[in-house]
């Protein structure tokens, strides 16, 4: 499967939408749910001209099946937060998620001249931090009670992935 990423357009919001709002997808999102299309695109409309932020679309063999990204990019520090979430079930368990990862890290180092990219994950999200370690991330820490989450306290991960590490492995 040929899979790439590109900016994410006006005419992904439903699809986004429907993903997001599919149970089998949102239970480590941290979302108000549902998500609606009138409010994903005043979200949309808000972030379109941000260069703090790059949001990105998934595609299999041209077809959309997920979302990743960068978040808080910071170019002082040479940093950024990163994303991912699967929206098609059928797309998921067939390495998509960790070619999508490489080819937004390879942009976030090369393009952006960023040294680190990191991310927080639940501690129970454990196929997520596969995807994580497998792509170069390493846990850097437990944030205990760290945010609540479908109202309970959750512990969260840290992770990190800098430049160095990544081009060395």
């Known amino acids: 499967m040929k899979v790439s990423i590109r900016k994410f357009e006006y005419k992904d919001i439903p699809k986004k939408v429907e993903w997001i709002n ?3 997808n949102n239970q480590f999102l941290h979302y108000d749910l549902p998500l609606e299309i009138t409010k994903t695109e005043k979200w949309f409309n808000s972030i379109s001209d941000r260069t703090d932020r790059y949001d990105a679309i998934i595609e299999a063999d041209g077809v959309p099946c997920g979302t990743i990204g960068l978040l808080n990019i910071d170019n002082k520090n040479k940093k950024a937060e990163y994303y991912i979430a699967m929206g098609e079930i ?3 368990g067939k390495g998509i998620s960790t ?3 490489k080819l937004l890290i390879e942009y976030a180092f090369s ?6 990219i990191y991310l927080f994950t639940e501690s129970e999200n454990i196929i997520a931090q596969r995807l994580f370690e497998k792509v170069g991330f390493v846990k850097e820490g437990l944030l205990r009670d760290d945010m609540i989450s479908h109202e309970r306290f959750v ?9 160095s590490d990544y081009f060395q492995s």
């Open 22 to 24: 599919n149970p089998k």
């Open 90 to 92: 059928s797309f998921k």
């Open 99 to 101: 070619q999508a990862s």
């Open 111 to 116: 393009v952006l001249d960023l040294n680190k």
């Open 155 to 163: 512990d969260r991960y840290a992770y990190g992935l800098t430049k």
